[in-house]
């Protein structure tokens, strides 16, 4: 698997706690998108670590596609 999987062609809001780690889906086989269940073991990807500066709304990338991993960036608007 040379590209991730689309896991959704829109950003996932997600309330963030200041102060936590949270581990995204990289890969997009994810069945807790958009969070990390280990669906990628075997692949080239890995989770990626975010950790909350402030508690708040965090728009997680869905397309998986991103340049600003692990936020959303628009991307999934162009594939």
Not at 6 to 12: D, G, L, N, S, V
Request: charged share 20%; net charge positive; with cysteine.
């Amino acid at each position: 698997m040379t590209s991730p999987t689309i896991a959704q062609r829109a950003p996932f809001p997600v309330t963030v706690e200041e102060g936590k780690s949270y581990f995204w889906c990289a890969c997009g086989l994810s069945k807790s998108q958009p969070f990390c269940d280990g669906s990628h073991q075997g692949t080239e990807f890995a989770p990626v670590r975010f950790k909350a500066d402030t508690s708040g709304k965090v728009f997680f990338c869905g397309c998986k596609h991103t340049k600003t991993n692990p936020v959303c960036d628009g991307s999934h608007s162009s594939i």
